[in-house]
Protein backbone atom coordinates (compact mmCIF):
# COMPACT_ATOMS: atom_id res chain seq x y z
CA UNK A 1 0.00 0.00 0.00
CA UNK A 2 1.45 3.53 -0.46
CA UNK A 3 1.99 5.17 2.70
CA UNK A 4 0.81 8.68 2.92
CA UNK A 5 1.53 11.59 5.58
CA UNK A 6 -2.47 11.58 6.49
CA UNK A 7 -3.21 10.27 9.37
CA UNK A 8 -7.04 9.74 9.95
CA UNK A 9 -6.63 10.17 13.67
CA UNK A 10 -7.33 8.11 17.02
CA UNK A 11 -10.81 9.15 17.14
CA UNK A 12 -12.84 9.47 13.92
CA UNK A 13 -10.70 5.86 13.48
CA UNK A 14 -12.13 4.28 16.57
CA UNK A 15 -15.81 6.21 15.65
CA UNK A 16 -15.59 4.33 12.24
CA UNK A 17 -14.49 0.99 13.98
CA UNK A 18 -17.79 1.02 16.42
CA UNK A 19 -19.76 1.94 13.09
CA UNK A 20 -18.36 -1.03 11.18
CA UNK A 21 -18.91 -3.58 14.77
CA UNK A 22 -22.11 -2.09 15.44
CA UNK A 23 -23.60 -5.81 15.75
CA UNK A 24 -21.98 -6.39 18.60
CA UNK A 25 -24.38 -4.68 20.14
CA UNK A 26 -27.42 -6.31 19.45
CA UNK A 27 -27.42 -8.26 22.77
CA UNK A 28 -27.16 -4.42 24.46
CA UNK A 29 -30.40 -3.61 22.66
CA UNK A 30 -31.93 -6.69 23.62
CA UNK A 31 -31.38 -6.01 27.41
CA UNK A 32 -32.97 -2.93 26.59
CA UNK A 33 -35.81 -4.29 25.30
CA UNK A 34 -36.22 -6.84 27.91
CA UNK A 35 -36.04 -4.26 30.64
CA UNK A 36 -39.49 -2.53 29.11
CA UNK A 37 -40.90 -6.00 29.14
CA UNK A 38 -39.64 -7.42 32.26
CA UNK A 39 -38.29 -4.64 34.50
CA UNK A 40 -38.01 -6.66 37.66
CA UNK A 41 -35.34 -9.48 36.39
CA UNK A 42 -33.58 -6.83 33.73
CA UNK A 43 -32.62 -3.53 35.27
CA UNK A 44 -31.73 -0.33 32.69
CA UNK A 45 -27.86 -0.55 33.96
CA UNK A 46 -27.48 -4.03 32.99
CA UNK A 47 -27.68 -2.45 29.20
CA UNK A 48 -25.63 0.51 30.21
CA UNK A 49 -22.97 -1.84 31.48
CA UNK A 50 -22.98 -3.98 28.10
CA UNK A 51 -22.51 -1.04 26.07
CA UNK A 52 -19.44 0.27 28.31
CA UNK A 53 -17.99 -2.91 27.91
CA UNK A 54 -18.55 -2.69 24.02
CA UNK A 55 -16.93 0.60 24.01
CA UNK A 56 -13.99 -0.44 26.53
CA UNK A 57 -13.15 -3.29 24.45
CA UNK A 58 -13.19 -1.45 21.03
CA UNK A 59 -11.11 1.45 22.82
CA UNK A 60 -8.13 -1.02 23.98
CA UNK A 61 -8.67 -3.04 20.34
CA UNK A 62 -7.99 0.18 19.18
CA UNK A 63 -5.14 0.94 21.29
CA UNK A 64 -3.55 -2.37 20.08
CA UNK A 65 -4.03 -1.59 16.46
CA UNK A 66 -2.22 2.07 17.04
CA UNK A 67 0.55 0.31 18.83
CA UNK A 68 1.30 -2.31 16.41
CA UNK A 69 1.29 0.08 13.52
CA UNK A 70 3.69 2.36 15.11
CA UNK A 71 5.46 -0.90 16.07
CA UNK A 72 5.80 -1.99 12.96
CA UNK A 73 6.50 1.24 10.81
CA UNK A 74 10.01 1.53 13.33
CA UNK A 75 11.07 -1.50 11.91
CA UNK A 76 14.47 -1.65 9.56
CA UNK A 77 13.52 -2.25 5.82
CA UNK A 78 15.24 -5.89 4.79
CA UNK A 79 18.35 -5.52 2.69
CA UNK A 80 18.64 -5.84 -0.87
CA UNK A 81 19.26 -9.27 -2.05
CA UNK A 82 21.36 -10.27 -5.01
CA UNK A 83 18.78 -11.68 -7.97
CA UNK A 84 19.98 -14.96 -8.75
CA UNK A 85 17.49 -16.13 -11.10
CA UNK A 86 19.39 -16.53 -15.03
CA UNK A 87 16.35 -15.12 -16.81
CA UNK A 88 16.36 -12.14 -15.18
CA UNK A 89 16.28 -9.54 -18.59
CA UNK A 90 18.81 -7.19 -15.84
CA UNK A 91 21.78 -9.15 -16.00
CA UNK A 92 22.24 -10.74 -19.39
CA UNK A 93 22.56 -8.61 -22.56
CA UNK A 94 20.52 -10.48 -24.79
CA UNK A 95 23.95 -11.68 -26.67
CA UNK A 96 24.80 -13.22 -23.92
CA UNK A 97 21.22 -14.62 -23.32
CA UNK A 98 21.28 -16.18 -26.39
CA UNK A 99 24.72 -18.18 -25.97
CA UNK A 100 23.68 -19.38 -22.76
CA UNK A 101 20.60 -21.14 -24.04
CA UNK A 102 20.64 -24.33 -25.24
CA UNK A 103 17.19 -25.57 -26.36
CA UNK A 104 17.23 -29.07 -28.33
CA UNK A 105 13.82 -28.66 -29.18
CA UNK A 106 13.95 -29.10 -33.41
CA UNK A 107 10.51 -26.69 -33.87
CA UNK A 108 11.83 -23.93 -31.22
CA UNK A 109 12.65 -20.67 -32.60
CA UNK A 110 15.00 -20.31 -30.21
CA UNK A 111 16.93 -23.67 -31.14
CA UNK A 112 21.43 -24.09 -31.99
CA UNK A 113 20.66 -26.38 -34.70
CA UNK A 114 19.17 -25.76 -37.89
CA UNK A 115 15.82 -27.14 -38.58
CA UNK A 116 15.69 -29.98 -40.52
CA UNK A 117 11.83 -30.44 -42.26
CA UNK A 118 12.85 -33.41 -44.00
CA UNK A 119 11.49 -35.91 -41.12
CA UNK A 120 7.76 -34.91 -41.27
CA UNK A 121 5.07 -37.40 -40.93
CA UNK A 122 2.03 -35.65 -42.06
Known amino acids: MRKTSRDGGFWLCLLFNIFL ?5 IPGWILLILH ?10 YCLVYFGAFLLYMLIWMLILRALGRWVSTA ?7 NKNPYSV ?17 YSA ?3 QPVNHTDDNI
Open 21 to 25: NFRLT
Open 36 to 45: FIIPEYIKWW
Open 76 to 82: KPAPPIE
Open 90 to 106: GKYTPLQYQSRVQNKNP
Open 110 to 112: KSN
